[in-house]
């Protein structure tokens, strides 16, 4: 392997990022004592049984679908006193899934009533006592005619010029459009009406919070309007959950995405939080960051990660009393800020790719595998000094030919993990015989896992099969009506985990009888009294056993699986792409790792 020029060390590039080794697992702000501890007032309410029963429902589910999961600073979760936690939306049901499994206290979720009202899901939201919330876009109606220009005015508002279109007569359910109401287009964001409509082909819209980024043509665009909802009612059924010492669930980006980056959040969150405060309600809000690593595959790992909770500063209270939107706004930007420094946030899933290589070709050699903690911080390291630096020449260079690299890879075949594998393990044992060793251990290992595992991966096969299947359709629908999810990812796992959950009892009873009838068949009235047991013995241990057989099977095929990447990638280091990929990855590493020092060094000539 060639000489490094630079020994890497994590310090380095916090250096450059301006993020302390401390703070890049923690929010900055300093833990409040929890008194709520101490004081019976506070004393929160237990989980009910049926609560109780879904948790541990829950962890089963998730320790089958992940391969890992793991929490970070799980103590500064306040154990008492009313809390709302507030966390990323990146996997649909799977979030809520994971902080119920992970939380030591019962949580109430905010859930939109549109999958309150579902089947299966809604019976579990409501057995979580999940508050259901109307959601604009859930009941939006497609508006008559066409958009087909907006008119900005010099104050920063807008015009929307119909054509065919009523807005005079009629709006969201035949009812004239109202303040508050949105229209929904092919353009990026909602359009807010501003006031009554000037006639049915001219509607006045409040200052766009974005650009729209699109161009009307001759045919005009379709919309939809999106009724203005009073949710005072949701609001009061929060501030008597919290009043009660309870915790409140809520993911204010809304609906779940797989942006890699937090969307902007909405406001209700501020409202829950500054109307329990005025209300007397000492509320603490808690951030929580969840990441996925590769979200949508089985097996796949997972980190939910606690901030430090914080209450409502003072004067944000007074402010809210008389002054609601901008005690709000001001609030929103402090949670906002809480929720970045729990989670990972790049711009984009090029960029994304880009950092998470660079990580791997400068982290130490000799380590087997980063922590949960140690991967949060490097990654929040690199981001942070990308953002710094990103349009530096020597940066986008850099970045292009890790882009070439990354290509370069994927064509031939290989993975930058399996490279690094290759390099990790000459390192650590230095000689052919040893490497040698290594390969035929892994070897072993997978001969001997893999039919251990077979017969229980043969008989979840269905469940996977048809669960995956109808993930793939819900992944298409979900891709086709939104505008904030690249993939779609985020809606795989939670539609593989619901239709597990649906095949697999289907299955056990399948399993259970085609045992029973086996056994009846296979033995006759001739049989001896300890052979005639099994004719309810096997069907029991089907029952019983089964789920345990098939969970040990998973656990097992892991074993088998890396195993076999792992003898495979190192077994052919000396074919021709492994000798020049492994070269060329080397050269690559000695680039980033001098580069990260360079920057480092400049940073501290800066400061």
Avoid at 101 to 125: L, W
Avoid at 170 to 199: I, R
Avoid at 318 to 336: F, N, V
Avoid at 565 to 581: D, E, M, Q, T
Wanted: glycine share 6%; with cysteine.
């Amino acid at each position: 392997m060639s000489n490094v020029h630079h020994q890497p060390s994590v310090n380095d590039f916090t250096t450059v990022s301006g993020v302390s080794s401390a703070s890049s697992t923690e929010t900055s702000r300093s833990t409040l004592p929890d008194l709520h501890d101490t004081d019976p007032q506070y004393r929160s309410p237990s989980a009910r049984f049926p609560y109780r029963l879904i948790r541990t429902i829950f962890r089963f589910i998730l320790n089958v679908f992940f391969r890992r999961i793991d929490v970070l600073n799980p103590q500064l979760f306040p154990s008492s006193g009313p809390v709302i936690l507030v966390g990323n939306h990146a996997n649909q049901f799977i979030d809520a899934m994971m902080l119920v499994s992970n939380s030591s206290r019962p949580i109430s979720f905010m859930i939109a009533k549109k999958s309150y009202d579902r089947a299966y899901i809604g019976d579990v939201a409501k057995a979580l006592c999940a508050v259901p919330v109307q959601r604009p876009q859930d009941i939006a109606v497609k508006g008559e005619g066409k958009i087909v220009s907006i008119e900005f005015l010099k104050d920063g508002s807008a015009v929307a010029i119909g054509e065919g279109t009523s807005f005079l007569s009629k709006g969201v359910n035949g009812t004239p459009l109202d303040k508050g109401c949105k229209l929904l287009g092919s353009w990026e964001g909602d359009l807010m009406v501003s006031g009554v409509a000037e006639s049915d082909t001219r509607l006045p819209l409040k200052k766009p919070l974005a650009p729209l980024n699109y161009e009307f043509t001759a045919e005009g665009s379709a919309y939809k309007l999106l009724p203005k909802i009073d949710q005072s009612a949701v609001f009061e059924q929060v501030y008597d959950l919290l009043g009660d010492n309870g915790t409140v669930g809520i993911f204010p980006e809304g609906g779940s995405h797989d942006q890699g980056h937090l969307i902007p959040l909405k406001a209700g969150v501020t409202i829950m939080a500054l109307g329990a405060a005025a209300k007397g309600t000492p509320v603490k809000i808690v951030p929580v960051g969840l990441t996925y690593f590769h979200a949508h595959r089985f097996r796949s790992a997972a980190v939910v990660q606690y901030g430090s909770p914080f209450e409502c500063p003072a004067h944000l209270v007074e402010k809210y009393k008389t002054d609601s939107k901008g005690a709000c706004g001001e609030l929103l930007e402090i949670i906002t800020e809480a929720l970045q420094s729990v989670t990972v946030n790049t711009p984009s899933y090029q960029t994304n790719k880009q950092l998470q290589t660079v990580r791997r070709l400068y982290q130490p050699d000799n380590v087997r595998q980063l922590s949960a903690k140690q991967y949060m911080k490097y990654n929040k390291a690199f981001i942070h000094g990308f953002e710094l630096i990103q349009d530096e020449p020597q940066t986008k260079e850099l970045l292009a030919e890790i882009d070439e690299y990354n290509k370069d890879v994927a064509a031939r075949g290989w993975l930058d993990k399996e490279l690094r594998l290759i390099q990790r393990v000459n390192l650590t044992y230095g000689n052919e015989f040893l490497v040698q060793c290594y390969v035929l251990t892994h070897f072993l290992i997978a001969l001997i896992a893999t039919p251990i595992c077979i017969p229980g991966m043969l008989l979840m096969f269905p469940v996977m099969s048809l669960s995956t299947s109808r993930a793939i359709k819900e992944q298409a629908k979900a891709l086709a009506g939104s505008k904030v999810k690249v993939g779609a990812y985020d809606v795989v796992a939670s539609e593989m985990v619901k239709w597990s959950a649906t095949f697999a009892p289907l299955f056990w009873v399948i399993y259970t009888i085609i045992g029973a009838v086996v056994a009846e068949v296979l033995i006759t009235e001739e049989a001896s009294s300890s052979m005639k047991t099994l004719q309810w013995a096997v069907p029991l241990c089907i029952v019983f056993l089964l789920p345990s057989f098939c969970y040990n099977s998973i656990r097992m095929s892991d074993i088998a699986f890396f195993s076999y990447k792992k003898c495979l990638a190192v077994g052919s280091r000396f074919s021709g792409n492994g000798r020049a990929l492994v070269a060329r990855r080397a050269e690559l590493q000695v680039k980033v790792r001098d580069f990260v020092a360079a920057q480092a060094e400049q940073r501290k000539g800066a400061v």
